[in-house]
C-alpha cells in the first residue's frame, strides 16, 4: 500500500466522520449537557465502535451483506430503532430543567459515556459499508499486518479527535447558557434529528 494511498484512505475517512450523523450529534448533545469530560469519553467510545467497523469491513462483512442482504436489514432495523429510542426519550424530557449541579457534582463513571458512544456509533451499520466501498481500491490483499493497525489506529483518531472537538465547541459556557434557555426546543429538534437518522438508516 503506498503512501499515497494511506493518506486518501485518512482523508476520505475524516470527511465521513466529520459530516452530521447519530455520533456527532450525540458528542453535542453531551458537551452541552455534561461537559468536556464526559464528551471525551463519548467520543472515545465512537472511536471504538469505527474500529470495530473498519476491523469487519476488513475482514469482508460486506461480502457477507451481499450474499446475505436480510442481515444487513435486520441490523439497520435493530440500529434505527436504538436511535428512535433515544429521540423519544430526548422528546419525553425536553421539558424538565437542566440539573445544574450537574458539573458540579461527581462526573458519571468513564464507563457510561463511553458505551453509549460505543452503542451510537454500532447502531448504524452503514460505516461498514462505507469502509468496505474505501479499502477495497486502496488496500492491496498483501498488505503487512503494521499497516492494518496504522489505518485501525487513523480511523479511530479521526473519529474521536472530531468528536471531542465537537464535544469541547459545545461544553463552553455561552453555548450551555443557550441550551438552557431553549432546552425544550433544543431537546426536541435533537430528538426530531436523531429520529430523522435512525429513519434514514432503515430506509436506505
Known sequence: MTLTAFLAVAFLHLMAAISPGPA????????????????????????????????????????????APALLWALKLVGAAYLLHMAWVMWRDAAQPLDMTQRSALPRAALSPFRLGLVTQLANPKPAVLFSAIFIGTVPPQTPLWVYAALLIVVFLNEALWNIFVARIFSFERTRSGYITLKTILDRVFGDMLALLGLKIAAT
Open 24 to 67: 456527532v450529534l450525540m458528542a453535542a448533545r453531551t458537551g452541552v449537557t455534561e461537559g468536556m469530560r464526559t464528551g471525551t469519553f463519548l467520543a472515545f467510545g465512537i472511536g471504538a465502535g469505527a474500529v470495530i467497523w473498519a476491523m469487519a469491513a476488513l475482514f469482508g462483512l460486506a461480502l457477507v451483506f451481499q450474499a
